[in-house]
Nanobody, 121 residues
Framework: QVQLVESGGGLVQPGGSLRLSCAAS????????MGWYRQAPGKQRELVAR???????NYADSVKGRFTISRDNAKNTVYLQMNSLKPEDTAVYYC???????????????WGQGTQVTVSS
């Protein structure tokens, strides 16, 4: 059974930083592309960052230069370092074990419970 457990969210002031973690089990983590998504109230869930098994990364334009995704295959954990946070980054953040099919990446069927990030003064 696949389990994804996110942690590290919280309340932070604009300009602050947070580091999210996602511990995975039940999945061949080392070969699986992993993604961080977020969903703000009233908005669709969106992909924030993606990392392949080889460590290649991809970011949404809105977070480029501020967020960094990384992974530790020995710990089956993926991280999202978020710097220079803005109020518009406020959302529930989810990690996902993604799929790669026909040359494209897609969200996998398993999601964690999410972790709330609130950026406010």
């Amino acid at each position: 059974q696949v389990q994804l457990v996110e942690s590290g969210g919280g309340l932070v002031q604009p300009g602050g930083s947070l580091r999210l973690s996602c511990a995975a089990s039940g999945v061949l983590f080392s070969i699986n592309p992993m993604g961080w998504y977020r969903q703000a109230p009233g908005k669709q869930r969106e992909l924030v960052a993606r990392i392949t098994s080889s460590g290649s990364t991809n970011y949404a334009d809105s977070v480029k230069g501020r967020f960094t995704i990384s992974r530790d295959n020995a710990k089956n954990t993926v991280y999202l370092q978020m710097n220079s946070l803005k109020p518009e980054d406020t959302a529930v953040y989810y990690c996902n074990a993604m799929k790669f099919m026909s040359g494209r990446y897609y969200p996998g069927e398993y999601w964690g419970q999410g972790t709330q990030v609130t950026v406010s003064s």
